[in-house]
């Protein structure tokens, strides 16, 4: 059985690890014991660093939110045309507005396929593939 992205998948930046392509074989979430290498302390960012600092769980609890870094962070990196951080300050917004339970209900149903239940990653949204079959 695969497993469902948790709480430590809604990241501290605001990404939702659920949809990343590491997860959940190489990690279960930036905020869980089991995290990508690439990912530990947030690779160069220091987010988990920042956070500790500000007496915080996630960067949408912070009163300097969003800041310079966070800015910075959703702008890049850019694969294929798609920067999957793009979202991380509105996904930080939601987050703050509707709670995290609600927030990774949501994402989870964004990143679903509808035909094979599979989690899409950030990279396969529009182009993912199952039974042979391309869906949105």
């Known amino acids: 059985m695969k497993r469902i992205p948790d709480e430590d998948c809604?990241?501290?930046?605001?990404?939702?690890?659920?949809?990343?392509?590491?997860?959940?074989?190489e990690c279960h979430g930036c905020l869980s014991d089991y995290v990508r290498k690439g990912c530990q302390n947030c690779a160069d960012h220091g987010f988990l660093d920042c956070a500790v600092c500000h007496g915080v769980?996630?960067?949408?609890?912070?009163?300097?939110?969003?800041?310079?870094?966070?800015?910075?962070?959703?702008?890049?990196?850019?694969?294929?045309?798609?920067?999957?951080?793009?979202?991380?300050?509105?996904?930080s917004l939601r987050m703050r507005e509707v709670g995290i339970p609600q927030w990774l209900r949501e994402k989870i149903e964004q990143?679903?396929?509808?035909?094979?239940?599979?989690?899409?990653?950030?990279?396969?949204m529009g182009s993912h593939r199952c039974n042979g079959q391309k869906h949105p």
């Open 10 to 25: 809604a990241s501290i930046c605001g990404l939702f690890c659920g949809a990343c392509p590491s997860f959940p074989d």
């Open 57 to 91: 769980r996630r960067c949408c609890e912070c009163q300097d939110f969003p800041c310079e870094k966070l800015r910075e962070f959703s702008t890049k990196p850019v694969i294929n045309g798609i920067c999957n951080h793009a979202s991380v300050i509105p996904d």
């Open 111 to 124: 990143h679903k396929c509808p035909a094979c239940g599979e989690l899409i990653t950030w990279f396969d």
